[in-house]
């Protein structure tokens, strides 16, 4: 059964956004794709501080197939294919991301890893807090990441450690692994500066 954290239609459609995770979770899911929200809507659910955010980021083992069935129902929307990531664009604004499962073995345990919640009346799947922490450490120590991107995401890890005492840190270093080798005693470092209300250093 989905549960509720409480993320109704506004906060699903914060900064003015069109589209928010509830209208992509109703194309992915009416098209059987397997997916995982991940980012700001996501992590918001664990830190109890929505906050404005521009696009949904999702994550899902099969990209082409979300792909051709988010683009058929938005179809103004404009296709960039990376790496890493399939973007869709308005203009010159991030609408939504795709993240491809197999660019990352964390990325691939996520979609494994999660709960589900209802945002603007459809069910959603979501990481569960380890999960979230170690998506959100991924985005912290990215290298190709703008520096005040990862400082916003490291305010999202705090304020979800704040908000969360209980944490499996097996796990979470487990997961912190998954990003690099040595990850997971970086990860343990960042929930326990957080934990004591130090500055996190990353």
Avoid at 43 to 71: C, E, N, Q
Avoid at 74 to 81: G, H
Avoid at 108 to 118: A, N, S
């Amino acid at each position: 059964m989905a549960e509720d954290l409480g993320l109704s239609e506004r906060l699903s459609r914060m900064q003015g956004q069109e589209i928010g995770p509830g209208d992509v979770a109703r194309v992915l899911n009416a098209s059987r794709v397997k997916f995982v929200l991940v980012g700001a809507y996501a992590i918001s659910g664990y830190t109890g501080r929505p906050r404005a955010t521009v696009d949904v980021d999702v994550v899902s083992d099969a990209p082409k197939k979300a792909t051709a069935a988010l683009l058929a129902a938005f179809p103004e929307l404009e296709v960039q294919d990376h790496p890493v990531v399939i973007r869709f664009m308005r203009g010159r604004q991030e609408a939504i991301d795709v993240i491809k499962a197999s660019s990352s073995p964390l990325f691939r345990r996520l979609l494994k890893l999660t709960r589900v919640v209802k945002m603007a009346g459809e069910p959603v799947p979501i990481p569960i807090l380890e999960a979230a922490l170690a998506a959100k450490f991924a985005a912290m120590v990215s290298p190709t990441r703008k520096i005040t991107d990862r400082q916003q995401d490291g305010v999202d890890f705090a304020r979800a450690i704040e908000a969360n005492a209980a944490i499996d840190l097996a796990l979470v270093n487990e997961l912190g692994e998954l990003v690099y080798a040595g990850g997971g005693a970086e990860i343990i470092k960042l929930v326990e500066d957080a934990r004591a209300g130090r500055r996190l250093q990353f």
